[in-house]
């Protein structure tokens, strides 16, 4: 953005995923930009990666009277160009670039799910080991349940959050024990 020409304090970071379009500090971006203004964003991917809601943003924007540079897409830019031909030109290239990054996003998706299948297939395990459960939480637990105890007062001595308790209880119920 600084070689871009954009000063230190018109520059913005945000490092939420652009898949979501209900991010606080895009809306707040959003709601204070007024015609005339202009947005300068790196990737178009940063309106979204949803083909309607990468157009429907860039839409909004200039007929809000917003201009819009997109860095690695120099074409995309709407502050230069604000006559009928550059808005034309722009849109086309960017309904263009729109379905390429949905498509890219479901290829993406796609590859991720396959990555971890294969990965299932080979026996890798996803997630942290399950914690063991200490010798004294059976009888915390019991006192929990016989109200001399709450749930998080059994949590704080065994050192694990209540929901913890909450699950092992359930899963020794499971296993046919009574607590």
Known sequence: ??????????????????????????????????????MTIMSIDRLGRNYDEILKTWRELTEKGIGIVVLDMPILNTAKDRDLTGRLISDIVLQLLSYVAETERAFIKKRQAEGIAAAKARGVKFGREPMERPPEWE????????????????????????????RWAREFRKEGAEV
């Open 139 to 166: 009888t915390l637990c019991r006192r929990v349940e016989a109200g001399e105890m709450s749930v998080r007062g059994a949590a704080m001595r065994l050192g694990v959050s209540h929901t913890t308790v909450c």
């Open 1 to 38: 953005m600084k070689k871009a020409g954009i000063l230190l304090e018109h520059i913005i970071c945000e490092k939420e995923s652009g898949r979501d379009m209900d991010r606080p500090i895009w809306l707040k971006l959003k709601r204070r930009m007024k015609a005339g203004d202009t």
